[in-house]
Each structure stands twice: as structure tokens, then as C-alpha cells.
């Protein structure tokens, strides 16, 4: 114990050099982390979180009561894997191929291409939602007003709920793959350049030094931004699903209904701070042990690449 | 074979980025081949991310009569400055919330960063003993989270920031994804520098400051973009935090409360003597969109200069 | 190596546990200093003001960006610095996010002095229940004399709970909030309806009218925006078609009393009464009907659109809303379309079953943290009783929001609503004895007749003292909120398909998630309820 403590002092300024963060997330995070006892208690004000009423697992009834939780639980996953997979595939995808572009008409066209591909990123899911509104709008939106003036019939999008999963996943890659490609390219760029150099003396041409060297030094960059993933992937990105569908509408909830929209809709009449904490904790549990069993098993199989 | 660079070399970065690219002449075929899929497939994206900006600022130029009877279009079927001349007319309110948002995130980037950065570089340490310990610490707090009213009553109870602008400035500092993202970013650097650093007598501060973060430009470039753009979009802690008694509050704070509520629009337009009715609703939603997103545009192609150029720099020879 | 980070992280847990235990602090009500004989009238002398302090009000709406408000504030703190020693300000919540802006605020008890409350909006009971509210039974005789008196005790008992009073009711202000719709009268002429509608099959015969006449101008007959004012509809379906009075204090509207003559039987909405009528299904039908004509925009449900910004500009013909939102509204349509001539169509006009407003639609109640409630009580008094600091605070500047011309009030020449409007958004105890002294020449011109004709059969409102404890059936109340937040909406526009099959899956649904119990434990405690009062 001594000996370890003698081998921390003398590394003293690098413990020094993570205070600030550590003190960060300890007011930030950890301090508030007590808090999630909120989610066992009937939440009276004057008694504050641990003085209120123990009610066990009430809190979580409604969850289950609605019989809407497996469907809840599957279109949250379903959607995160499927935001998971395309996009990293499609951010990776552009990565390399924003890389392979070199010579200065090219080098040009890169910059100017990665420029607006993060536009998208800035919109607000709010303005997304009007857009989307009125580009697939019966009355008045861009598609149906076009397809009325080529004299088709109209699609009328907000009826349709097998499209919007499509519509989902398209629009969040929209938003995100300028931004997401961003790490990717910072990652080919640390590669060691003489790798590279010396796969093309030996004579490799450009799909063999992507699949034999570009993809596997990727491979720690993906298997990190996976599990960081991971640990939010019963967590949806509300405002995304919130503004899109609108809170309303029957016909899309089964395919477009996760847990953030459901808890919205039970809680926005009669404000209730435990059934919500009760969720986030919920959510968190699932999150917590999908991540611990998929990086025991990154470590046991590659110690390098796990997280912790 | 091009010639690797030189760290102290005399050569200006943007010498030095010719000389590498200029080594690169011969292209094969199937480099060839990718690159024009590359452009292909890069031009449909961007094509997709363009359209809708044409349309939000095209929109912000058309009469609102218009919008009303036949929608938005690529191009304004009547042209009108009147949603412009509203949010310029009684400019307060958005150059207030302008300068709030770029000074939170000014400030927020540069602290916020420096921390992360040094975080960063200490965790990658292979021969700092804590290092794991503190990644776990700093990472479980992905996965659990007190909730809202734990968070909103260390905020206000405990530190005392309603109504301040740091209850929007210190939450959103640092994050454990760009902390293991920096830490990353600096393993790519060998550790044999700072090993000789040592040798030479340097602390590990001096080495982090002086010979790390220079070298380290495509991270800090990677990681301040992701920190200053957290600032740029953010509303939720302002809405939480900043009361009506703060007079200007973020963009993107206002911004929302544009979109949703058309009578937060009239009362910005009060100044300008124009009924109810010929307020240009949909039209200022899109202006404000615009106004709200324009600068930080040009900001981006002016940093993507630097992370470039420092990636290229930073390839040592071993 | 695992231990020890378990260990290390438990230590973490456990420290921030012990801070935030010690950062919570409990707060109990606070002890109102008792001043040495304070007389009923007038009690100021007696009372300590030699402190200055700030006093702030919690209005919701949105805070006026045009400078009026710190115009009129400034008016108003110079009057109360020279009677009360001390000043007043407003904190608005804007209706973004309202609900959890306030609640976050009752939850956590910052700086809350005197708190705008409402026992079937802003959910008065559920925040008392948690200790939101401070207890003023001592406290009133001596501060707030003037409203102490004046408030008969049958009133005080509205916002009593246990025994104690935590709110004090808007009980002296006369406000018709039974809602119906407003229609354009130049039009219903144009259509051939030449007197006033008062059925909803009426008002299919108008909108038809819209829809053959009007459609090739682009205008849509009904539209309408929001899920709350599109569930709304079946809000006001029943008041025209039943006499089922609705217990507000149960959420969502899934408990009704079947008619004010047995008011203490519980009913649901949902389900087909007694005599076999079902309004849900002959609603959902009327809907369809409506939705297939063409009526609503097709996409309406993710519509965001102001429909009274497009009723003013020509696009629409119907609104929805209340009775005091109709009478001021009607002379702001005529100023923008000239000779629209906006019409009233009550709901309750069908079936004449109209309760009067639970005079705790509006109340004030003080927060359980505040530091100054005697102060905040002596400046409520005087807002509800002082006819200076009443006009200031509820009407504004004399001669820039208002003048008093003929004994009604007026907006004065050069008056721009965007530049000069004001409103403190108090609706915690606003005065018949001034609002009706100076009546606001904003109103239509036959308000009078529309308030006397609901005098006519107006029946009290039975609930006022009704305090529903939610816990046995919390989790049943969520659930069957989901429900209804999920599958109404459909319902109400005519787009949930076959009417029989929706209506029948609502059903499930709200059995599912166990709607029975809470039928039975409203039945248990409105019983209870009954049996007190006898």
C-alpha cells in the first residue's frame, strides 16, 4: 500500500492535471447521483428526496401497466442499433473516401464537401420537425405539391407508419454524418504514415491498403464509439422523435414510439418527478449491464480496445 | 518515397503540406476508381444537406402571404425583406442573445478544453498508476444519472446559480466522451517523446504545455469543434436556469421559444407598428433560423485549416 | 484491482450522499412573526416594515418584451414603497415547457413568494399534497385583513386541506371559462343559417358550407392545432350531449359526475352511461364524418400553426375556446376583418348543463420557502383591495394602457398592441367590484346578455371541496393518461379509421391499464365526501 502510494506521489502533477475534472463530475454528476432515490419514493417537497415516503417499485408500475413496454423497449433498441450501425458504416465510409481524395482539385472539393455535410448538424431538431412538416405534408408540402403538379397521386406520409422508420434512420444520418466522419478522419490521419507508404512499394493497390490497413486501425475508433453507444441505447434522442412525428399522432406510435415519447405523454398533463426518475433509472440499469457484458467481452478477446 | 518531416523543420506548414502531397504523384487506377465513387457519393450527400438551407433562406425571403397559401419553395415566389427588417428592427433582443452565446461558448471552449486536453494526456500516461481509475470514474457517469431534480437542486440549492449564466457555462465543460475521445487522439503520440523529455529534466506539466499540445492540434481542433458546437446548440440548462428575469439568454433558447409560440414573435416585433396579422410567422422562423445558424458556418472551413495541417505535421519518424 | 474500484466507487456514493443530505435542507413552514394586536381593519400600523424587501409574484405567460413591463413596475414599486416598504416583481414562465418549468420551481422552492395556483390547471391540490404551499391560517387575519373578511367561509374551505388553508381563491370575479366555438356570422348568412347555432350538427351544416364555398381560396374549414385542443373536443362533446359534470380534481377528465342532481355518482366519459347512450362512439362517428368531409387539414395532427393567426387571416372559420376568450376576441377579429361579425356557440346551449367556474379556477397561494409572507400577504391585500395598486397591477399604466372614458376602459389614441400592451398575468384574485366598475371596452357588445342568459341555468360547481388523494391509484392514472394522450387525438379528428373498432381498442386500453379502479377509488372517496358534508 505504501509502495503504491510512494509510486502515485511521484507522478503527483498528472494527478494534479485531472483535479479539475474530477471535481467536475463529482458536483456535477455524482453529487446529483444520490438523487435516483427519488425513483423509490413519493416525492413530498417539504420532506426532500430522502425523507419522502418509501413506495418500493410503485413508481415503475405504469411502465408496465400499459402493457406498451416490450414494444417501448424493442423500437428504442431497434432504432439505436440502427443509428449505431448505418451510421458508423456510413461516417467510416465517407471518412476513407474523403481520404483517398488527394491532389489539389480534389483537396478543394474536400473541404468544401465536409463544410456542408456538418450544415446539418446545426439545424435544431425543432426546425427539423417544421421542415419535415412541410416537406411531406398533404396540403401544402414540397413532395406532394410536386408529385400533384407532375399529376401523380399524392403520398400521404404522416398515415404511413412502415416509412418512418426509414424516415427516422434517414434523417438522423442526414444530421449526423458530417459531424460523426469528423472522427474518423482525425483517426486515419494519426495512422502511422509509413505503414502506408510501405504497403504500396510492397504493391497493394488502394482496396487492399483500405481493407488491410485503413479498416483494422479503425477498428479501435469504432469499437469505442460502439460501446460509448451502448451505454445509452435504451436512451432515445427525443427531440428527434418528438418533433418529427408530433406527439399526436395515433397512426405512428407502434413504429415510431420509443421510451422518452411514451414518458412525455404520461407526464406532461400531471407533472409526476418520480415516475421520470424512475424511468431515467430504468433506462440507466440497461444501459449499465449491456455495457459491462459487452466489454468484459472486448477485453477478454482484445484487452486493448475496452473501454475500462 | 516522401520524405518525412522534420518537427523543428524551417519549413512553413503550408510548405510542408505541398511537399507531402506533391510526393504523392502517381495515382492508380483503383485509387482512381474511389475517388470518383468518393465525389459521387460525397456530392449526392451534399446535395441533401444543402437543399434544405436553400429552403430555409429562401424561405426567410418570401412574403408570408405566400408561405400562408402555397407552402415554402426553392425559390421565394415573392420576395419580401419584411421577416429581416422585424429581427433587425428591434435587434436587442437577438444581438443580446448573440453576444451571451458566443461569449458562453468562447469561454466555455477554451477553459473547457484546456481541462479535457490536460485530462486527456494524463489518462493516455501509460506509467500513471490512477489512470484506470479515474477513466472508470469519469466514464460511469455516462451510464447513471441522479435525474432532473438531483441536478436541478445541486445547481440551485447547492451552488447557487439560478439565473446566472454559469449554470449554462459549467455543466456543458467538459463531457466523458470528448474526455476518452482526447485521450485517444494523444495515445497516437509516442510516448518515447515525453520518455526523453524526462531525460532532459522537463516536468510532466512543462511537457503537456510545451511540446504535447503543439503537436496535438488535429486533437484540440477535433475536440474544441465538438465542445464549441455543445455551446452553440444548446437551450435546455438555459431554460432550466435562466428565469425571465435574465434578459438575454441563448440563441438557441430563443430560437425555440420562436418556433413555438407565435406570440413570443409578436412581442419581439413590437417595436415596428405592424398589426398582428402581417407578422411574418413562418418566414421569421426560418430568419431566425438562419441568423441563428449563419456565423458558426463560416467558423467551421476556418478550423478545418488548422486540423489538417496538424495532422499532416504531427507524423514523426519513430 | 476490482475491489478496490467497487470500494473507491462506494466511498464516492457514500460521500456524495452525506453532502447532499446536508445540502437538503428541510424546510419546514416558516414562523410567522406574530405582531403585538393587529386591528381588523387596516392592521398596517402595527406590523414591522422597516425592512425592505423584494416580493415576487409567479405569473404564467409570457414576459412583455416591449418595455412595458418595467415601465408599469416601476409605477407600481414607488406606490408600494411608500405604504409597504417594499417592491414587486414578476417571474414569468414562458408557456414553453411550462409544466416543468413550474413544477420545477414548486418542487425545489426558490425564491417563491407569492405563487399563481389553479385547483384544474396548474394541479393546486397534487403541489399542496407535496408541501409546495405555505400554511396561512394564522397569518391571514393579521396581513391580508381587508381579504380575510371579505372571503365568506364556505369560500376559505375551497382551499383548505387538513385544516389548512394553503391558497386563496379568486372567489369575487365573475368569469364564464364553459367553452363552445367561435364561427364567422357573415359567413353562416352566406351559407343560409340565419340564426345562432347551437347544436354541433349545426355547426357540421357551417362547416360544409366553408367547405363548398370557401375551399378554392384555401381556406380550411376547421383548423386546428395541438393535441390538448384537439383532445379538447371531446371535452366539450359531452357538456353538449349529457349532463355529466366533470370532477377536475381526477386528471385527464376520467371521472364524471352523472348529472348535478346526483352529483356524487361517479360515471367515465369513456363508457356508455346508464341510460345506454354512448357518447364516445356517436362522437367518434360525428368525427369521422367530419375528417372524410374534409373538414380538418389533412395532416392535423402534427399541425403547429396558430389557428387564430390564420382565423384572422381569413383561412379558417372556426374557433375553439371559452366564453371569456370569445367576449374580447370578437372586437379584435372586427378590426382586422371588418364585418366578420364572430358569433358564440356555447356547448352548453344543447343540453343547458353549464356549472358555474370552481373559484379556485384562479388562486394565490404563498411558497412553503418564502422568507417574507407577511409582506407578500399585505401586498396581495392591497393588489385585491386598493383600487390603485388593483388598476396598476392588472391594468396598467392610465393613459398607456387604458383610459377611463364614460365609465368603461378604453385603450387610449395612438394605442399600438404590440408596443404598449402589458399584462401581469394575475389571476389569482382579480375583483368584480373593479373589473365591472370600469368594464373593458375590449368586450362584445352583448356580453351582458350572454352572462345573464347563463344565469339562467348555471348550476354550482359541487367539487370545489373535493380533494382526490391520488396515491392509491397513481400508477392506474399514468397509464390510463397514456392511453388516452395516445389514442384520443385520432379519435377526435376522424382519422382513427372504423369509429366502432377505434373506440372499442380506447376502451381496452383504459381497461388494461386499469381505469375500473379508478373509477371505484373516486367512487370511495366522492362517497366519503358526500357523507362529510351531511
Aim: net charge neutral; charged share 20%.
Amino acid at each position: 500500500m505504501k509502495a503504491r502510494l510512494k509510486k502515485l506521489m511521484k507522478k503527483k502533477t498528472l494527478l494534479f492535471m485531472c483535479l479539475p475534472a474530477i471535481a467536475f463530475f463529482f458536483v456535477f454528476s455524482y453529487l446529483p447521483m444520490p438523487g435516483v432515490w427519488l425513483a423509490f419514493v413519493q416525492f413530498n417537497y417539504k420532506d426532500g428526496i430522502f425523507g419522502s415516503k418509501f413506495v418500493g417499485l410503485d413508481n415503475f408500475r405504469f411502465l408496465v401497466m400499459s402493457g406498451q413496454l416490450w414494444m417501448l423497449t424493442k423500437n428504442t433498441i431497434l432504432y439505436n442499433l440502427a443509428f449505431i450501425l448505418a451510421g458508423n458504416i456510413l461516417q467510416v465510409t465517407v471518412a476513407i473516401l474523403f481520404n483517398e481524395m488527394v491532389g489539389k482539385f480534389l483537396r478543394a472539393y474536400k473541404k468544401f464537401a465536409q463544410s456542408v455535410m456538418f450544415l446539418p448538424y446545426f439545424i435544431s431538431t425543432v426546425v427539423i420537425g417544421v421542415f419535415a412538416y412541410n416537406f411531406l405534408n398533404v396540403q401544402t408540402g414540397v413532395i406532394n405539391s410536386m408529385l400533384r403538379q407532375m399529376e401523380r397521386d399524392t403520398i400521404n406520409f404522416y398515415s404511413i407508419p412502415q416509412l418512418w422508420p426509414f424516415i427516422i434512420v434517414l434523417v438522423y444520418l442526414w444530421q449526423y454524418t458530417g459531424y460523426g466522419s469528423i472522427v474518423y478522419f482525425a483517426a486515419i490521419m494519426g495512422i502511422d504514415s509509413e505503414m502506408m507508404e510501405a504497403s504500396e512499394i510492397d504493391g497493394a493497390n488502394a482496396f487492399q491498403r483500405i481493407r488491410y490497413i485503413l479498416l483494422p486501425c479503425l477498428k479501435p475508433t469504432f469499437i469505442i464509439l460502439l460501446l460509448f453507444a451502448l451505454g445509452g441505447i435504451m436512451k432515445g434522442n427525443f427531440g428527434l422523435f418528438y418533433n418529427l412525428t408530433g406527439a399526436s399522432n395515433t397512426a405512428l406510435y407502434n413504429k415510431t414510439d420509443i421510451i422518452e415519447t411514451f414518458v412525455f405523454r404520461c407526464l406532461n398533463v400531471s407533472f409526476n418527478f418520480s415516475s421520470g426518475s424512475a424511468v431515467g433509472l430504468y433506462q440507466s440499469l440497461f444501459g449499465f449491464a449491456l455495457v459491462m457484458t459487452v466489454n468484459t467481452i472486448v477485453k477478454k478477446i482484445e484487452p486493448d480496445y475496452s473501454l475500462f | 518515397m516522401p520524405e518525412t518531416l522534420d518537427l523543428q523543420s524551417s519549413m512553413s506548414t503550408d510548405e510542408k503540406l505541398r511537399k507531402l502531397d506533391s510526393g504523392n504523384k502517381v495515382v492508380d487506377k483503383t485509387q482512381r476508381a474511389i475517388q470518383i465513387f468518393g465525389v459521387f457519393l460525397t456530392g449526392f450527400i451534399c446535395l441533401l444537406c444543402i437543399l434544405p438551407f436553400v429552403l430555409i433562406i429562401s424561405s426567410s425571403f418570401t412574403a408570408e402571404k405566400s408561405i400562408t397559401l402555397h407552402g415554402f419553395s426553392l425559390i421565394p415566389r415573392e420576395f419580401s425583406l419584411s421577416a429581416y427588417d422585424l429581427i433587425f428592427k428591434n435587434p436587442k433582443m437577438v444581438l443580446g442573445s448573440y453576444l451571451v452565446t458566443i461569449g458562453l461558448t468562447v469561454t466555455g471552449t477554451t477553459v473547457g478544453l484546456f481541462i479535457i486536453a490536460m485530462t486527456g494526456y494524463a489518462l493516455q500516461r501509460p506509467d500513471f498508476p490512477l489512470r484506470n481509475h479515474i477513466s472508470f470514474y469519469i466514464y460511469f457517469t455516462t451510464l447513471f444519472s441522479g435525474g432532473l431534480i438531483p441536478f436541478y437542486m445541486v445547481v440551485t440549492r447547492t451552488l447557487k446559480l439560478k439565473d446566472s449564466y454559469f449554470a449554462v457555462l459549467l455543466p456543458l465543460m467538459m463531457s466523458p466522451w470528448l474526455i476518452i475521445l482526447m485521450k485517444n487522439f494523444l495515445k497516437s503520440i509516442p510516448h518515447s517523446i515525453t520518455e526523453s523529455a524526462t531525460i532532459d529534466g522537463a516536468g510532466d506539466f512543462y511537457i503537456f504545455l510545451r511540446i504535447i499540445l503543439p503537436t496535438a492540434t488535429p486533437a484540440l481542433a477535433t475536440v474544441g469543434l465538438f465542445l464549441a458546437l455543445n455551446y452553440w446548440n444548446e437551450w435546455y440548462n438555459s431554460m432550466l436556469f435562466l428565469s425571465s428575469k435574465v434578459t438575454y439568454r441563448p440563441l438557441q433558447l430563443f430560437l425555440y421559444n420562436t418556433v413555438n409560440e407565435a406570440k413570443y414573435i409578436r412581442d419581439s416585433a413590437a417595436a415596428s407598428n405592424i398589426p398582428a396579422v402581417d407578422i411574418p410567422l413562418e418566414s421569421m422562423k426560418m430568419a431566425t433560423a438562419v441568423v441563428a445558424t449563419g456565423p458558426i458556418i463560416f467558423v467551421y472551413p476556418f478550423v478545418q485549416k488548422y486540423f489538417i495541417q496538424g495532422i499532416t505535421v504531427g507524423a514523426v519518424k519513430g | 484491482m476490482k475491489m478496490k474500484k467497487a470500494a473507491s466507487l462506494v466511498f464516492a456514493l457514500l460521500l456524495a450522499l452525506t453532502m447532499v443530505a446536508c445540502t437538503t435542507t428541510p424546510s419546514g413552514p416558516a414562523t410567522p412573526t406574530k405582531a403585538p394586536e393587529a386591528n381588523n381593519t387596516g392592521g398596517t400600523k402595527a406590523i414591522d416594515t422597516s425592512k425592505f424587501v423584494t416580493i415576487s409574484h409567479l405569473s404564467l405567460g409570457n414576459k412583455p418584451t416591449n418595455g412595458q413591463y418595467e415601465a408599469v413596475k416601476a409605477e407600481w414599486d414607488k406606490y408600494l414603497k411608500e405604504k409597504l416598504n417594499c417592491a414587486l416583481e414578476i417571474q414569468y414562465i414562458g408557456w414553453t415547457d411550462y409544466m416543468t418549468q413550474y413544477n420545477l420551481l414548486l418542487a425545489t422552492g426558490e425564491g417563491l413568494d407569492l405563487i399563481n395556483t389553479a385547483s384544474d390547471w396548474l394541479e393546486m391540490w397534487p403541489n399542496a399534497q407535496r408541501g409546495a404551499f405555505m400554511e396561512l391560517n394564522d397569518l391571514l387575519p393579521v396581513y391580508a385583513p381587508i381579504t380575510w373578511n371579505e372571503i365568506p367561509k364556505d369560500n376559505w374551505a375551497e382551499t383548505t386541506l387538513n385544516g389548512k388553508i394553503i391558497a386563496i381563491p379568486e372567489d369575487q370575479y365573475s368569469q364564464w371559462i364553459n367553452h363552445g366555438f367561435m364561427y364567422r356570422g357573415d359567413w353562416a348568412r352566406e351559407f343560409g343559417i340565419t340564426q345562432p347555432i347551437d347544436s354541433w350538427e349545426e355547426l357540421g351544416v357551417y362547416l360544409q358550407g366553408i367547405k363548398d364555398n370557401k375551399s378554392k381560396d384555401g381556406v380550411i374549414p376547421f383548423d386546428i392545432s395541438g393535441a390538448s385542443n384537439i383532445k379538447a373536443l371531446f371535452d366539450h362533446y359531452p357538456v353538449s350531449k349529457s349532463s355529466l359534470i366533470c370532477i377536475d380534481p381526477v386528471q385527464s377528465g376520467l371521472a364524471y359526475g352523472k348529472s348535478d342532481a346526483e352529483w356524487w355518482e361517479v360515471r367515465s366519459r369513456f363508457f356508455p352511461l346508464d341510460d345506454g347512450t354512448d357518447l364516445l362512439l356517436d362522437f367518434a362517428k360525428l368525427m369521422k364524418q367530419w375528417g372524410d368531409a374534409g373538414y380538418w387539414r389533412e395532416d392535423v395532427l402534427n399541425n403547429t400553426a396558430d389557428t387564430w393567426v390564420q382565423f384572422k387571416a381569413g383561412l379558417t372559420g372556426i374557433r375553439q375556446h371559452h366564453t371569456q376568450t370569445y367576449v374580447t376576441a370578437a372586437t379584435e377579429l372586427e378590426r382586422e376583418i371588418p364585418g366578420a361579425d364572430l358569433q358564440w356557440f356555447p356547448c352548453s346551449a344543447e343540453s343547458k348543463n353549464l356549472v358555474r367556474m370552481s373559484i379556485t379556477h384562479g388562486a394565490t397561494a404563498i411558497g412553503a420557502n418564502c422568507k417574507n409572507p407577511e409582506r407578500a400577504l399585505m401586498v396581495y391585500d392591497l393588489i385585491r383591495n386598493d383600487e390603485t395598486m388593483y388598476k396598476l397591477f392588472n391594468w396598467g399604466l392610465e393613459g398607456v394602457q387604458y383610459e377611463i372614458k364614460d365609465g368603461k376602459r378604453v385603450k387610449p389614441e395612438g394605442f399600438i398592441t404590440d408596443s404598449h400592451s402589458f399584462s401581469s398575468n394575475f389571476w389569482g384574485g382579480r375583483m368584480d367590484k373593479f373589473e365591472l366598475k370600469y368594464p373593458n371596452d375590449d368586450m362584445v357588445a352583448n356580453w351582458k346578455e350572454i352572462y345573464d342568459t347563463y344565469e339562467t341555468y348555471a348550476t354550482p360547481y359541487r367539487y370545489g371541496r373535493f380533494v382526490f388523494d391520488k396515491s392509491p391509484v397513481e400508477s392506474q392514472l399514468t397509464a390510463c393518461t397514456e392511453v388516452i394522450n395516445r389514442l384520443l387525438p385520432a379519435i377526435c379528428v376522424g382519422k382513427a379509421g372504423d369509429p366502432e373498432a377505434a373506440v372499442k381498442e380506447l376502451r381496452d386500453q383504459l381497461k388494461l391499464a386499469g381505469h375500473d379502479e379508478i373509477i371505484a377509488e373516486v367512487q370511495r372517496q366522492m362517497t366519503a365526501f358526500k357523507n362529510s358534508l351531511q
